[in-house]
């Protein structure tokens, strides 16, 4: 019995398996006689259509990119949801990546004023960071910039987005809620807030927000201590406030945290370096594409004429560097801490005729004494590592501090 239960099985798993290989060769001549007799969709024709013009020859770039226009027109399924607009940049940006440099990009045009406002640091509307929270269905709060309007009106982290102007949000609305609630710099906006289950109302004034703001503090034996985590747009007419405030509260030396800081405006940075060099020291030099050097000198004397120490590690990068390695070289400051990133290539913001931009390498910067920078990176002059305890270098408890603490022995 078993003998025969076995012959079945194998003979119904032999049917299964003859009957599949039968249809897959009728479904496989069929498909054949169907492209070959029909010239115009044959796989041929496709390949002959789209080879026609060599891939290699980037001076017929432009008529190459239309007849894969033609054939996805021709033959892609979903034709009738083709979005131009999307193929178009998507084109324009797979281009500019093919440099294989990540610093170079090209922005659409419908993002080129949020991205403007992230490279400034500074936009106009209330001062909030937003979250979309699904379960609850709302546009949540995540917490206010300090000194923002939001702040001093008391808009509170935690707080559901009701409504904004009357009209009310929900947790879809989020990609959108932003460009509601910012607008022009001195109009009001209207926000309906929930908080512990009650509604409330706020008449808030739109202002120009600083999303990375300088903070200070004066510590043991009047040091004065100046973190600055970005080199946004007037950052170097805010590190003069500070410091003077640093110096009316008694301060007679400055640390400036530029530990983390990822970078920004160059000028802001060489502004501050011009605050505290002689007049007549170099504070950078950049060379072109063409081998054309250019080399940036400190236009006045010195309005800051203190000690000064810098704290620097690994990603201090751009930006920082370039204040860095200016008081460095020109003898001004001691630099503390641990390695650079090291880029030192510098990028430019080209608007282009249609709203959109290219921002796009254009120079490699030196140091004063000409040393180079990128994928090297500025060595301290005291390396000090961080105690293997501290969890996060974004956040380090002042105890632990060793990088700190020694800038603080330095000055002393």
């Known amino acids: 019995m078993k003998e025969e239960k076995k012959q079945r099985v194998y003979k119904t798993v032999m049917l299964v398996i003859l009957t599949a290989f039968i249809t897959f060769m009728i479904t496989a001549f069929s498909m054949y006689t169907y492209f070959s007799n029909n010239s115009e969709i044959s796989f041929s024709n496709i390949t002959d259509s789209i080879g026609s013009i060599s891939t290699g020859n980037n001076t017929d770039l432009e008529k190459y990119l239309k007849r894969i226009k033609q054939t996805i027109?021709?033959?892609?399924?979903?034709?009738?949801?083709?979005?131009?607009?999307?193929?178009?940049?998507?084109?324009v940006e797979g281009y500019v990546a093919g440099l294989g440099d990540e610093y170079t990009e090209y922005i659409p045009a419908d993002e080129m004023e949020e991205y403007t406002e992230e490279i400034t640091g500074n936009f106009v509307g209330i001062g909030i960071y937003m979250i979309a929270d699904?379960?609850?269905?709302?546009?949540?709060?995540?917490?206010?910039?300090?000194?923002?309007?939001?702040?001093?009106a008391g808009i509170k982290a935690g707080d559901y987005i009701i409504s904004v102007d009357g009209t009310e949000y929900t947790s879809d609305d989020f990609d959108n809620i932003a460009n509601y609630i910012k607008g022009e710099e001195g109009t009001t906006v209207h926000l309906e807030v929930e908080r512990d289950g009650e509604r409330l109302s706020f008449d808030i004034t739109r202002e120009?927000?600083?999303?990375?703001?300088?903070t200070t503090r004066l510590i043991e034996d009047n040091i004065g201590y100046l973190k600055l985590p970005s080199f946004d747009e007037e950052t170097s007419e805010d590190f003069k406030t500070k410091v003077e405030e640093l110096q009316?509260?008694?301060?007679?030396?400055?640390i400036i945290d530029l530990r983390n800081n990822g970078g920004g405006i160059v000028e802001e940075a060489t502004e501050i370096a011009d605050d505290?060099?002689?007049?007549?020291?170099?504070?950078?030099?950049?060379v072109d594409n063409a081998d054309k050097k250019e080399i940036t000198y400190s236009k006045e004397d010195p309005i800051f004429t203190m000690p000064v120490v810098v704290l620097v590690n690994?990603?201090?990068?751009?930006?920082?560097?370039i204040l860095a390695c200016s008081l460095q070289d020109n003898e001004r400051a001691k630099i503390v801490g641990t390695k650079t990133y090291g880029k030192g290539i510098i990028q430019t913001l080209l608007s282009l005729t249609d709203g959109s931009g290219l921002k796009i390498t254009t120079e490699e910067y030196y140091t004063p004494k000409g040393t180079q920078i990128h994928k090297v990176g500025?060595?301290?002059?005291?390396?000090?590592?961080?105690?293997?305890?501290?969890?996060t270098i974004y956040a380090v408890k002042e105890d632990q501090d060793t990088q700190l603490h020694k800038a603080i022995e330095i000055l002393k």
Not at 73 to 91: P, Q, V
Not at 378 to 391: A, G, K, Q, Y
């Open 276 to 286: 505290l060099l002689d007049k007549g020291n170099t504070i950078i030099s950049t």
């Open 208 to 214: 120009k927000i600083n999303t990375n703001p300088i």
């Open 134 to 152: 699904e379960e609850a269905g709302r546009v949540v709060v995540y917490y206010p910039i300090p000194e923002s309007p939001a702040e001093k």
């Open 314 to 321: 690994e990603n201090s990068a751009s930006a920082s560097e």
């Open 73 to 91: 027109d021709k033959y892609y399924l979903w034709n009738d949801d083709i979005d131009e607009e999307k193929l178009f940049d998507g084109a």
């Open 378 to 391: 500025i060595t301290p002059d005291e390396v000090v590592e961080l105690p293997e305890t501290v969890e």
């Open 248 to 254: 009316s509260q008694g301060a007679k030396s400055l």
